[in-house]
């Protein structure tokens, strides 16, 4: 308890002294960035957020700006990525407002556990991560068909969604390379995924977004995956 009180007095102590009006000159005087937010950080350190193109990005100083700190911030002991937990709080976005109805359904056991996907079937990450995904059980995936990587073939997108079953055509596009036999003239989503992802910042493949809102830029190994399923379930 009294090692409690002690870090939130100091915490408190920190927060009282820091110049939050110089933390923000500086930082905007050598980045050019704007900043959107300073709050104290870890290890006595102070969060500086700012807003590119791709969505909210932080950086860390001292409480004089004396200093600049860029990258992330581990914690040994419990193996965790600090910064990488508060990005995705940040650039979090409510799942319920993205449009399910464009994104191909695919579900394996009861798919209590529920994520949405932005993937090229052309991208060399999106078809390692896909070998990920095959291991993974009670899951809704959605996935918005996304093909910046290699846009001379989008049409095998949209032959995608004009397959009769649009879950296999799309595993075995992303995961076997394996052309859909449909014709790419049906109705479909691809241009407007393609909107939408540049709307939310959407710029790597894959991009995962959890129940929970949160979102990962990259693929996942699967322990990690399978935590971040269960953490959003909850």
Same mark, same amino acid.
């Given at each position: ?14 927060? #009282? ?93 009861? /798919? ?45 997108? @949209? ?17 076997? /390379? ?13 241009? @407007?995924?393609? #909107? ?39």
């Amino acid at each position: 308890m009294l090692r409690a009180i002690t870090a939130l007095l100091l915490t408190c102590a920190l927060a #009282a002294h820091a110049d939050e009006a110089r933390i923000r000159k500086v930082v905007e005087e050598k980045t050019g960035a704007k900043v959107e937010g300073v709050q104290p950080g870890p290890l006595g350190l102070y969060e500086v957020r700012f807003r590119t193109s791709s969505g909210v990005r932080l950086l860390y100083t001292d409480a004089e700006a004396t200093h600049i700190f860029f990258g992330k911030i581990y914690e040994a002991a419990s193996d965790r990525d600090l910064t990488d937990e508060r990005l995705r709080k940040l650039n979090a976005i409510k799942f319920g407002d993205l449009p399910l109805d464009q994104a191909v359904k695919i579900q394996r056991g009861k /798919g209590t556990r529920v994520m949405a996907m932005f993937s090229d079937p052309h991208c060399p990450a999106c078809k390692q991560f896909e070998q990920t995904l095959q291991k993974v059980n009670d899951i809704t995936l959605y996935v918005f068909m996304f093909p910046v990587i290699r846009p001379e073939l989008t049409a095998h997108s @949209k032959s995608v969604w004009c397959s009769p079953d649009r879950g296999k055509a799309w595993i075995d596009l992303a995961l076997n /390379g394996k052309a859909p036999a449909a014709a790419p003239s049906c109705a479909n989503p691809v241009e @407007k995924n393609l #909107a939408l992802g540049q709307s939310l910042g959407v710029n790597a493949t894959p991009t995962l977004v959890f129940a929970n809102g949160e979102r990962v830029g990259g693929s996942l190994q699967l322990t990690d995956l399978t935590d971040l399923l269960d953490q959003a379930k909850r």
